[in-house]
Antibody
Framework: QVQLQESGPGLVKPSETLSLTCTVS????????WSWIRQAPGKGLEWIGY???????NFNPSLKSRLTMPIDTSRNQFSLMLSSVSTADTAVYYC??????????????WGQGTLVTVSS | DIVLTQSPGTLSLSPGERVTLSCRAS???????LAWYQQRPGQAPRVLIY???TRATGIPDRFSGSGSGTDFTLTIRRLEPEDFAVYYC?????????FGQGTRLEIK
């Protein structure tokens, strides 16, 4: 059973860069795609983007200009870097595996989530 | 972007009842690309259904999904106390991936 764990600062200042890392255990990061999803307090889910071990990626156009999503297969980790943050970026950030088989696609494994607050 | 509209926004029901949740897409979504998630308070979402009708691993058979094109439903046959949560649909038929706004199931 694959497990994911987010790590990173819980507080970021406006205009700075939000950086989070997701560590994958119980499975190899060289299979499937790996994604970030966020949820503002009391709100719904927003997909941020995904990447695979070859660096093939797809980002939400609403965030693309501020996004970097590096992947480190040697450490079984992938990361999120979101630049020029504002209070609108305050959210719980989840990492998740984007799974697919003959039946379809889903985010089948999730980290517990980490709250990132943007505040001075 | 494909907008997913879930209805109703909130439902108040009793354990043992049957419930059907609706998810309507602004454009046609291939069946392989529609999933349903359950989110309990303070927890990450977990997938219930993907490919519109395939139950994810470990999901009880009281959960079922159906639909195609622009109209999809999630049915819970007999509500258990642990089923009272928020439910989201999600599509991957067209990038960007989008989620519905959620339906909250409350205990009556």
């Amino acid at each position: 059973q694959v497990q994911l764990q987010e790590s990173g600062p819980g507080l970021v200042k406006p205009s700075e860069t939000l950086s989070l890392t997701c560590t994958v255990s119980g499975g190899s990061i060289t299979s499937y795609y790996w994604s970030w999803i966020r949820q503002a307090p009391g709100k719904g889910l927003e997909w941020i983007g995904y990447i695979n071990h070859s660096g093939i990626s797809n980002f939400n156009p609403s965030l693309k200009s501020r996004l970097t999503m590096p992947i480190d297969t040697s450490r079984n980790q992938f990361s999120l870097m979101l630049s020029s943050v504002s209070t609108a970026d305050t959210a719980v950030y989840y990492c998740a595996r984007f799974y697919y088989d003959s039946s379809g696609y889903s985010f089948d494994s999730w980290g517990q989530g980490t709250l990132v607050t943007v505040s001075s | 972007d494909i907008v997913l509209t879930q209805s109703p926004g909130t439902l108040s029901l009793s354990p043992g009842e049957r419930v059907t949740l609706s998810c309507r897409a602004s454009q046609s979504v291939g069946s392989s690309y529609l999933a349903w998630y359950q989110q309990r308070p303070g927890q990450a979402p977990r997938v219930l259904i993907y490919g519109a009708s395939t139950r994810a691993t470990g999901i009880p058979d009281r959960f079922s999904g159906s639909g195609s094109g622009t109209d999809f439903t999630l049915t819970i046959r007999r509500l258990e106390p642990e089923d009272f949560a928020v439910y989201y649909c999600q599509q991957y038929g067209l990038s960007p991936i989008t989620f519905g706004q959620g339906t909250r199931l409350e205990i009556k």
